[in-house]
């Protein structure tokens, strides 16, 4: 596969939220508004990318029979550093991303990304690979929000789009979740069986 | 067994540098998440109850015994006198604990402002007792009757009208101020009137 297939094929084909469902369980949680999904997909990106140059690099010491903990020790540090510098430079950003920091550490798809792509592929693919599944799952959670904050807060990015009196509440708390995500698995699973992906 | 040595000390090895690694990003950037903390409070303060100059923490002079709601009196001064009062407070919201800040003025006993610092409540239902939209439904009023929620719009001067479908929010953050409210009429009620 070229560079640019290792970065395409996690927008589409192999997107971890709605082709692989892993991460479901911060996609449900954050994708509240349109705001929290991206901010959560921004951070997310980021410390995928770290942690698979990391573990491409270290990909040949690292012995295959303790390869989880420690890639679950580099996810946790690369985390934990994340924070603290965003809290300490970035107020601003820390405020609106703070909350979903801590849980990126149970993130599946990067111990996924880890473990599928970056121990058995050099560094230059596992930047392309993280970069594409980071944009996928970042598009992922825009979308799934986007339904969500504009069906139950009425509003999109906090501006108000529909009246007061149209939104439906139930979009909003965690059964609306489960219902955006379920129509959205759905109809891509449609799209994907009518164009052959 | 020979090999479980080594995998230890391999796991012991990578768990060190990235302790390493942490600590020296901590060591960086804690004095400066001290202060960020610090200058928010600072803010807040401000926001509450904007005359005085000074602000001091007097918990312990104020409150002898733990309260189960109140958490900080802190005493705003101008030019070293004592003009307003401002309390932090924590109630039990819809979904976790909801922290707030709020402010009484020495001089007429009206409430100045409340601000929602800390809170957890549902996006788009309760979070929105964090906005000015709710949080200035508090302004100016009298601190010797206790507020009530109601969920129209309020026909008497104590009522707060509540968010829409957000009853227990408004009730948490009502409550707090409630609390503030009786221990400023109990505490400085007397400095009131001379």
Same mark, same amino acid.
């Given at each position: 596969?070229?560079?640019?297939?290792?970065?395409?094929?996690?927008?589409?084909?192999?997107?971890?939220?709605?082709?692989?469902?892993?991460?479901?369980?911060?996609?449900?949680?954050?994708?509240?508004?349109?705001?929290?999904?991206?901010?959560?997909?921004?951070?997310?990106?980021?410390?995928?990318?770290?942690?698979?140059?990391?573990?491409?690099?270290?990909?040949?010491?690292?012995?295959?029979?303790?390869?989880?903990?420690?890639?679950?020790?580099?996810?946790?540090?690369?985390?934990?550093?994340?924070?603290?510098?965003?809290?300490?430079?970035?107020?601003?950003?820390?405020?609106?991303?703070?909350?979903?920091?801590?849980?990126?550490?149970?993130?599946?798809?990067?111990?996924?990304?880890?473990?599928?792509?970056?121990?058995?592929?050099?560094?230059?693919?596992?930047?392309?690979?993280?970069?594409?599944?980071?944009?996928?799952?970042?598009?992922?959670?825009?979308?799934?929000?986007?339904?969500?904050?504009?069906?139950?807060?009425?509003?999109?990015?906090?501006?108000?789009? /529909?009246?007061?009196?149209?939104?439906?509440?139930?979009?909003?708390?965690?059964?609306?979740?489960?219902?955006?995500?379920?129509?959205?698995?759905?109809?891509?699973?449609?799209?994907?069986?009518?164009?052959?992906? | 067994?020979?090999?479980?040595?080594?995998?230890?000390?391999?796991?012991?090895?990578?768990?060190?540098?990235?302790?390493?690694?942490?600590?020296?990003?901590?060591?960086?950037?804690?004095?400066?998440?001290?202060?960020?903390?610090?200058?928010?409070?600072?803010?807040?303060?401000?926001?509450?109850?904007?005359?005085?100059?000074?602000?001091?923490?007097?918990?312990?002079?104020?409150?002898?015994?733990?309260?189960?709601? /109140?958490?900080?009196?802190?005493?705003?001064?101008?030019?070293?006198?004592?003009?307003?009062?401002?309390?932090?407070?924590?109630?039990?919201?819809?979904?976790?604990?909801?922290?707030?800040?709020?402010?009484?003025?020495?001089?007429?006993?009206?409430?100045?402002?409340?601000?929602?610092?800390?809170?957890?409540?549902?996006?788009?239902?309760?979070?929105?007792?964090?906005?000015?939209?709710?949080?200035?439904?508090?302004?100016?009023?009298?601190?010797?009757?206790?507020?009530?929620?109601?969920?129209?719009?309020?026909?008497?001067?104590?009522?707060?009208?509540?968010?829409?479908?957000?009853?227990?929010?408004?009730?948490?953050?009502?409550?707090?101020?409630?609390?503030?409210?009786?221990?400023?009429?109990?505490?400085?009620?007397?400095?009131?009137?001379?």
């Amino acid at each position: 596969m070229s560079l640019m297939q290792e970065f395409t094929k996690g927008i589409v084909k192999e997107n971890p939220l709605f082709r692989l469902v892993l991460g479901t369980c911060p996609a449900l949680a954050v994708t509240t508004s349109v705001e929290n999904g991206l901010g959560m997909g921004a951070a997310f990106t980021g410390v995928l990318l770290a942690s698979n140059i990391v573990i491409s690099l270290m990909r040949s010491i690292i012995p295959a029979s303790v390869r989880i903990p420690a890639y679950v020790v580099i996810i946790a540090s690369f985390v934990t550093m994340t924070d603290q510098l965003m809290h300490a430079f970035t107020p601003s950003l820390y405020k609106a991303l703070g909350i979903f920091i801590p849980l990126i550490v149970v993130n599946c798809i990067i111990l996924g990304r880890a473990e599928a792509f970056a121990s058995r592929n050099s560094i230059l693919p596992s930047i392309m690979d993280a970069l594409g599944m980071g944009l996928g799952f970042t598009i992922a959670l825009g979308l799934v929000s986007t339904f969500r904050e504009v069906l139950g807060a009425g509003t999109f990015l906090g501006i108000q789009i /529909l009246p007061e009196s149209v939104p439906a509440i139930l979009m909003i708390l965690p059964p609306g979740g489960f219902i955006t995500l379920g129509c959205l698995l759905a109809l891509l699973n449609k799209l994907q069986k009518k164009y052959a992906w | 067994m020979g090999d479980i040595i080594k995998l230890g000390l391999f796991l012991m090895l990578v768990a060190a540098v990235a302790g390493l690694g942490v600590g020296y990003v901590n060591i960086m950037a804690a004095p400066l998440i001290e202060k960020q903390i610090l200058e928010e409070k600072i803010r807040s303060f401000k926001e509450v109850y904007p005359e005085g100059d000074n602000v001091k923490n007097e918990t312990a002079k104020y409150l002898g015994v733990p309260d189960p709601i /109140l958490k900080e009196v802190n005493i705003s001064y101008r030019s070293g006198i004592p003009v307003g009062v401002i309390y932090l407070a924590q109630t039990k919201g819809y979904s976790g604990a909801i922290t707030i800040l709020a402010g009484f003025d020495l001089v007429s006993g009206k409430i100045i402002a409340v601000k929602v610092l800390i809170q957890t409540e549902t996006p788009g239902l309760g979070a929105k007792a964090k906005e000015p939209a709710f949080q200035n439904r508090y302004k100016e009023k009298d601190s010797v009757t206790e507020l009530e929620v109601s969920k129209t719009p309020p026909t008497r001067e104590n009522q707060i009208q509540a968010i829409t479908a957000s009853t227990i929010t408004s009730k948490a953050v009502t409550k707090g101020v409630n609390a503030a409210r009786e221990h400023f009429v109990a505490t400085f009620g007397a400095a009131k009137q001379k």
